[in-house]
C-alpha cells in the first residue's frame, strides 16, 4: 500500500473506532448517520478512486474497498451507505457526459451532496430477471420520467439519486435526479429487519422533468458505459461483507479465549476463515485495480462478489455459533452481523442473481469456444 493510501486508511480507522462504534446499535436500529457520513467524506472515505483534479484522493478502487471494510468491520449498514456513495461518484467520474461530471462530482466525492443508487431495477432487468420500473420519453430538453423505486437507500430530501430509465425504441437512460425536484416523492417503506438506518425509501416520479445536463448516459451511449461501470459498481460492494467477515473472526477469536475446548467442534474455524478471507481480499484487489482501468474480466468480478457473499454468510452463522447465548443478545454484534451479512446476499446483485448470471456468461463462453 502507497503512503497516500496508508494515511487515507489509518484516518478512517480511527475515525470510525471513535465516531462510528458508539453508534451502532442506533444505526442498527433506524438512527442515520448523517454527520458521520459527512465528516467521513471530508478524509477522503467516498473518493479513493477519484483523481485528484477532480476532488478526489487520486488513488483506486482498491483502496475505496478497504475503506468500506473498515467502516464494515464497525457497521454494515453505515458500509452499505459508504458503498452507495462511492459508487455515485463512480458513475460520475465515468459517465458519458461532461456536464453532469462537473455538476455533482466533487461534491459527491467530498460527501458535500449525499446520493443514493436506485440501479437495482436496471442491473435484475438487464439479467433478465424484472421488468423495468422506469419509462423515460424524449423533449426538447431532455426527458420525462415516470414511475417508482421500491427500494433506495441514503436518500433523502436534499440527497441526489441516480436511477436509470427505459426510453421507448430507444433503449436505456442513466442520469442524476435531485430527490426534491418537481415530481419526485420519497416515502417510508415498511420496517425492515435490519439496515434500519440506511434511510432507505420508496421513490416514485411523476412527470420528473430529466435536463440533458443530468444524463449520464442517453440510449446510444448506455450500453458501453454499463460495462464500463458494472465491475465497479458489483466489486464496490465487497467491502461490505468483508468487513462483516472481519468482525466475525475477531469475535470468535475473542470468545475462543474461554471456550474454545467446546467451541473446536465446530465447522469454519476461525483460522480456516481467515486463510479464505486473505485469498479472496487478494482476489478482490486484484480486480478492483484492473476495475479502475476498465480491464476487470466480469466473470471473474462476479465469482468474487458471490465469494464474498458465501463467506459473509458463513463466517457470521459461525459467530452466532461461537457466542451462543451471549451473541444472541439484542445488544451484541453477533446477531446483527448475521442480518447484515443476509443483506450482503440479498442486495442486488443478490447471491442468487450473481449465480444466474455466472451460468448464463459461462454457457455464452462454452458456445463460442
Ligand atoms: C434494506 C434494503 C435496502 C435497499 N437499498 C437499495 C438501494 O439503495 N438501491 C437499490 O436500487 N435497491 C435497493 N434495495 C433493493 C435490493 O437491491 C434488491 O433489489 C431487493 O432486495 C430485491 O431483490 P430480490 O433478489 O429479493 O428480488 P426478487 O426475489 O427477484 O424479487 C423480489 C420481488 O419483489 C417485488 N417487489 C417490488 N417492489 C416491491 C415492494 N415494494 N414490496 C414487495 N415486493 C416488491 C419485485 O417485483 C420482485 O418480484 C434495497 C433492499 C433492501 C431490503
Known amino acids: 500500500m502507497t503512503q497516500s493510501a496508508s494515511t487515507l ?154 436511477v436509470a430509465a427505459h426510453v421507448e425504441d430507444e433503449g436505456y437512460i442513466m442520469f442524476a435526479v435531485r430527490c426534491n425536484a418537481p415530481g419526485v416523492t420519497l416515502r417510508r417503506c415498511l420496517p425492515f429487519s435490519g439496515m434500519e438506518g440506511t434511510q432507505t425509501l420508496n421513490v416514485r416520479f411523476d412527470k420528473v422533468t430529466v435536463s440533458n445536463n443530468d444524463v449520464i448516459a442517453h440510449p446510444l451511449q448506455f450500453k458501453a458505459y454499463i460495462q464500463r461501470i458494472k465491475p465497479g459498481f458489483v466489486l464496490g460492494q465487497t467491502g461490505m461483507g468483508l468487513g462483516i467477515i472481519e468482525a466475525s473472526i ?30 479472496l481480499k487478494a482476489q478482490v484487489a486484484d480486480l478492483a485495480r484492473q476495475a479502475q482501468t476498465g480491464e476487470a474480466p466480469l466473470l471473474d468480478v462476479l465469482k468474487a462478489r458471490l465469494a464474498t457473499s458465501e463467506l459473509a454468510l458463513r463466517a457470521t452463522q459461525s459467530e452466532v455459533l461461537h457466542t451462543g447465548a451471549k451473541g444472541y443478545l439484542m445488544n451484541h454484534g453477533a446477531q446483527r452481523r448475521q442480518r447484515e451479512a443476509v443483506f450482503v446476499a440479498i ?22 469456444a
Not at 478512486?49 to 453505515?78: N, W
Not at 458500509?79 to 463512480?90: G, K, L, R
Not at 442486495?347 to 463460442?368: G, M, S, Y
Request: proline fraction near 2%; include cysteine; aromatic fraction near 6%.
Open 9 to 162: 486508511i489509518n484516518a478512517i480507522a480511527q475515525h470510525a473506532k471513535s465516531d462510528l462504534a458508539p453508534m451502532v446499535t442506533a444505526i442498527d436500529q433506524g438512527q442515520y448517520p448523517e454527520q458521520y457520513l459527512r465528516k467521513l467524506g471530508q478524509l477522503g472515505g467516498f473518493s479513493a478512486s477519484v483523481p485528484q483534479a477532480q476532488g478526489g484522493q487520486g488513488l483506486d478502487l482498491s483502496v475505496q474497498i478497504d475503506a468500506t471494510t473498515l467502516v464494515s468491520r464497525e457497521c454494515g449498514s453505515t458500509a452499505f451507505m459508504v458503498w452507495c456513495q462511492s459508487t455515485c461518484a463512480w458513475y460520475l467520474l465515468n459517465a458519458a457526459n461532461n456536464a453532469v461530471r462537473e455538476r455533482y462530482l466533487a461534491r459527491v466525492a467530498s460527501g458535500e451532496l449525499l446520493a443514493g443508487t436506485g440501479m437495482s431495477n436496471t442491473v435484475k432487468h438487464l439479467a433478465g430477471i424484472e421488468k423495468i420500473n422506469l419509462r423515460a420519453t424524449r423533449t426538447e430538453q431532455g426527458y420525462e420520467v415516470n414511475g417508482s423505486l421500491p427500494w433506495v437507500s441514503n436518500i433523502g430530501e436534499d440527497h441526489l439519486a441516480v
Open 250 to 279: 475477531e469475535s470468535m477469536r475473542a470468545t475462543n479465549q474461554t471456550h474454545s475446548h467446546v467451541n473446536v467442534f465446530l465447522d469454519d474455524q476461525a483460522e480456516d476463515l481467515a486463510a479464505e478471507l486473505q485469498t
Open 347 to 368: 442486495v442486488t446483485p443478490a447471491l442468487k442473481h450473481l449465480r444466474k448470471e455466472i451460468n448464463d456468461l459461462e454457457l455464452l463462453q462454452a458456445e463460442a
